[in-house]
Antibody, heavy 120, light 107 residues
Framework: QVQLVESGGGVVQPGGSLRLSCAAS????????MHWVRQAPGEGLEWVTF????????YYADSVKGRFTISRDNSMSTLYLQMDSLRAEDTAVYYC?????????????WGQGTQVTVSS | DTQMTQSPSSLSASVGDRVTITCRAS??????LCWYQQKPGKAPKVLIC???GLQSGVPSRFSGSGSGTDFTLTISSLQPEDFATYYC?????????FGQGTRLEIK
């Protein structure tokens, strides 16, 4: 079955960096585009970024553009989110997610999430 | 960007009640609309996509309808496990956008 397992969250100071990972299993990772979605404490869901199945195109929310970078290692079936210049408002649970078709915008499968806290 | 507006933001209901949540898109998204259920401390779970397509394993008391800009999620007879927060999401174009959520509470 499809499994997505995020890791790499933690506490970081404003202006700092963090790299999140999402280990995928149960499906052919190279065939699917992948998303990151976040949820600030007590708030709703916010889409963050998407990478196509082959890594050829990447898309970002305006709130993270220029600070976050999505990437993937298809040989390791792993998705990454490099987060630089972190701000207090980036504090959230970060989820990786995928759809059922190649570059799907329907988020059928989600990981359990990893907590990122930006605080001095 | 396509804005998604859900109503109500919160709702109190009893077991056995029929409830409806609405979602409006700021522009036409055809039927590219999903509904998610989220319980505290858990990842969202998809209920419906393509506006009315019930996902595998989701009870038939959940149903969705609509197209263009106006959509609804209906729960025909509330069960105790249905008390949660519900989100709509447009899957028409990037950036993906979600409604602000509807918190369904026990009356």
């Amino acid at each position: 079955q499809v499994q997505l397992v995020e890791s790499g969250g933690g506490v970081v100071q404003p202006g700092g960096s963090l790299r999140l990972s999402c280990a995928a299993s149960g499906f052919t990772f190279t065939n699917y585009g992948m998303h990151w979605v976040r949820q600030a404490p007590g708030e709703g869901l916010e889409w963050v970024t998407f990478i196509r199945f082959d890594g050829s195109n990447k898309y970002y929310a305006d709130s993270v553009k220029g600070r976050f970078t999505i990437s993937r290692d298809n040989s390791m079936s792993t998705l990454y989110l490099q987060m630089d210049s972190l701000r207090a408002e980036d504090t959230a649970v970060y989820y990786c997610a995928k759809g059922i078709n190649r570059d799907d915008y329907n988020l059928l499968y989600w990981g359990q999430g990893t907590q990122v806290t930006v605080s001095s | 960007d396509t804005q998604m507006t859900q109503s109500p933001s919160s709702l109190s209901a009893s077991v056995g009640d029929r409830v409806t949540i609405t979602c409006r898109a700021s522009q036409s998204i055809s039927n590219f609309l999903c509904w998610y259920q989220q319980k505290p401390g858990k990842a969202p779970k998809v209920l419906i996509c393509a506006a009315s397509g019930l996902q595998s394993g989701v009870p038939s008391r959940f149903s969705g309808s609509g197209s263009g800009t106006d959509f609804t999620l209906t729960i025909s007879s509330l069960q105790p496990e249905d008390f949660a927060t519900y989100y709509c999401q447009q899957s028409y174009s990037l950036p993906l956008t979600f409604g602000q959520g509807t918190r369904l509470e026990i009356k």
